[in-house]
């Protein structure tokens, strides 16, 4: 049989080649079973309290043996998992159907467990969806318990592999053996899911969604990840083979040099600054920014804070988060961007209502000024942040001068109230506006006269403009950064922001890519921030390329008629610059 390519998405980078190891994290089937009897059913009730003990024994000795680098920030996703041994609906819920219905306790808590689905889909909530894997994950691991099945773990590897799952739970990414696990492929998650995160943060290539791999790979088999382009291919040829096994030492050896650079200032050879930042979802995010040579963060998303608790955030939730990664990201400054929920985003408990055109509903900025409890409870939790460290703050998604002139007066309110309770807070916090419609980037120098900076949002900018949806995947090969129409966009936004002598900075996707770096620097940013794998790459272009040649690049490109003519401008610059570099991309 030949080899058999999986194609899904990159989730960590890097390329590996290695024996796979399938983990068998296939749901334990439970046989229907005759009723018994009403003394049995007793029986069954004490051995399904049982396993949920076992299970909490389990869990705890994971707690205790997580390993240290991962630290306590993925805790919590444990302690979560150790509180669903107590939750009303499985545990009470499962005993009652094993007396009521005369089950065995693999039935009672099967049947429960679906039950418990059904509930959650019908919510139709990305929280509680969730909620609902977690609670499938603990089952399957009472379910282990009660079957006698062993609970397979990666802490149990003895030869290096590569990790082959269905989906792996924080219990099994907290406790591998790092040493031993060369990387991570599984037929669900995404780039945003927990393993996805782990894996970037330890450096590990992953590649997630290859939807059934799990099925076509047996321990053993050799296996090629590129955890770059989210690829795996099973059983390789022998030209794939040896194929990979160059670019795996390429991809090293570049890396290796890339590395050199973290310490290093991201400072042009003619000593222009250009601030290489980080951007996070989550606080445990933080470290990765440094290690990466990156300072400071350009954009937090706070979305997360919202859809992981069941109730919107307290202002304590807010403020206990931001200022936990202010005080890591120190002496660097954060960008804490205003909730964004709405578009393509999910929305908030309470507030999940179906819109016929969600990227042109009500999203982000409109929904918080509609909401004000939420927006002003978010707010407080920022300024009292900032008494920690350097805090600006980001508006998501401003149309224009008025929202501007509406949130200023918020603040003004906001602020009002703290200095009346006598709470600290940074008196003079930088407010930036993200330009991501076109109405904001055609209005800019009117903007300008009232934020102390612009950060340029390109995926949303790009949608806009190009009026192109973000989410579907049959326009997809139409966006395009190098369009005429966006560069002209950025380029109205950097005059607009240097005749108003305000900070300029770009935080979407376009700023991660080395390719346009230098087409950025030209064009006047300051501030680049990016997803952190990136930031090496960009780092090596703005330490090669004088600001005069940027510049000449930039007139370059902005004077092509069509994408196609501005990207040969730029791929030619790129590639008598950096041929390497290229070849890696
Ligand atoms: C953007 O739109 O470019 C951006 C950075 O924000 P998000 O991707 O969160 O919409
Ligand atoms: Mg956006």
């Known amino acids: 049989m030949g080899e058999t390519i999986f194609n899904g998405i990159g989730a960590s980078p890097g390329i590996v080649i290695g024996r796979a190891y399938l983990l068998d994290r296939r749901k334990v089937v439970v046989a229907e079973q005759p009723r018994v009897s009403d003394a049995t059913a007793k029986d069954e009730v004490a051995r399904f309290k049982r396993a949920i003990e076992s299970a909490r024994l389990q869990l705890d000795d994971v707690r205790k043996r997580v390993t240290k680098d991962l630290g306590k920030?993925?805790?919590?996703?444990?302690?979560?998992?150790?509180?669903?041994?107590?939750?009303?609906?499985?545990?009470?819920?499962?005993?009652?159907?094993?007396?009521?219905?005369?089950?065995?306790?693999?039935?009672?808590?099967?049947?429960?467990?679906?039950?418990?689905?059904?509930?959650?889909?019908?919510m139709e909530d990305e929280y509680l969806r969730e909620r609902k894997h977690d609670v499938e994950q603990v089952a399957e691991r009472v379910l282990r318990n009660l079957m006698g099945r062993k609970q397979e773990s990666l802490a149990d590897i003895r030869e290096e592999a590569i990790i082959i799952a269905h989906d792996l739970a924080p219990s099994d990414t907290l406790l591998m053996r790092k040493e031993k696990v060369l990387g991570f492929a599984t037929d669900v998650g995404s780039r945003t899911s927990h393993t996805a995160i782990v894996a970037r943060s330890l450096g590990i290539p992953a590649a997630a969604g290859l939807e059934k791999i799990t099925a076509s790979v047996r321990t053993g088999d050799v296996v090629i990840l590129d955890g770059n382009h989210g690829t795996v291919i099973v059983d390789p040829?022998?030209?794939?083979?040896?194929?990979?096994?160059?670019?795996?030492?390429?991809?090293?050896?570049?890396?290796?040099?890339?590395?050199?650079?973290?310490?290093?200032?991201?400072?042009?050879?003619?000593?222009?600054?250009i601030h290489l930042?980080?951007?996070?979802?989550?606080?445990?995010?933080?470290?990765?920014v440094a290690k990466h040579g990156g300072t400071g963060i350009g954009l937090y998303r706070t979305e997360f804070l919202f859809l992981n608790r069941q109730h919107l955030p307290t202002e304590e939730q807010h403020y206990v988060a931001y200022r936990d990664v202010v005080e890591r990201s120190a002496p660097h400054e954060v960008v804490i961007r205003t909730l964004d929920v709405g578009g393509d985003k999910v929305g908030l408990p309470?507030?999940?209502?179906?819109?016929p055109n969600p990227a042109l509903g009500l999203r982000a900025i409109r929904f918080c000024l509609q909401n004000r409890d939420i927006f002003r409870t978010q707010l407080r939790g920022i300024f009292r942040a900032s008494a920690h460290g350097k805090v600006k703050i980001l508006y998501p998604m401003i149309s224009g001068?008025?929202?501007?002139?509406?949130?200023?007066?918020?603040?003004?309110?906001?602020?009002a109230e703290l200095r009346a309770e006598g709470v600290p807070f940074d008196e003079r916090i930088e407010i930036g506006v993200m330009i991501e419609i076109p109405s904001a980037a055609m209005t800019a120098d009117l903007l300008a006269k009232e934020a102390d900076f612009f950060s340029i949002g390109t995926n949303d900018l790009i949608q806009y403009t190009l009026a192109i949806d973000r989410t579907n995947e049959h326009v997809a090969f139409m966006y395009e950064p190098l369009e005429p129409a966006v560069l002209r966009l950025l380029q109205r936004v950097s005059h607009a922001a240097h005749e108003g002598r305000i900070g300029l900075a770009m935080c979407g996707e376009m700023a991660g890519d080395p390719l346009?770096?230098?087409?950025?620097?030209?064009?006047?940013f300051q501030y680049l921030s990016m997803n952190v794998a990136a930031i090496p790459w960009v780092k090596k272009v703005v330490r090669s390329v004088r600001m005069q040649d940027a510049v000449e690049l930039a007139d370059l490109v902005m004077r092509q008629p069509t994408a196609a003519l501005a990207r040969q401008a730029a791929e030619s610059f790129m590639h008598q610059r950096f041929p390497d570099l290229m070849a890696e991309m």
């Open 350 to 355: 309470g507030h999940g209502e179906q819109e």
């Open 237 to 273: 040829d022998e030209e794939t083979f040896l194929d990979y096994l160059r670019r795996k030492q390429r991809y090293k050896y570049f890396e290796q040099e890339l590395d050199k650079l973290k310490d290093l200032p991201a400072e042009t050879p003619d000593g222009h600054r």
């Open 401 to 415: 001068l008025t929202e501007l002139q509406e949130i200023k007066r918020v603040m003004g309110e906001v602020r």
């Open 73 to 122: 920030a993925h805790r919590h996703i444990l302690d979560t998992h150790i509180m669903l041994l107590e939750d009303k609906m499985l545990v009470e819920g499962t005993i009652k159907r094993i007396r009521e219905e005369k089950l065995r306790a693999e039935a009672g808590l099967a049947e429960t467990v679906a039950a418990i689905g059904l509930k959650f889909d019908a």
């Open 277 to 288: 930042q980080g951007n996070i979802e989550l606080p445990e995010e933080v470290a990765t």
């Open 516 to 524: 346009y770096a230098a087409i950025l620097m030209g064009l006047g």
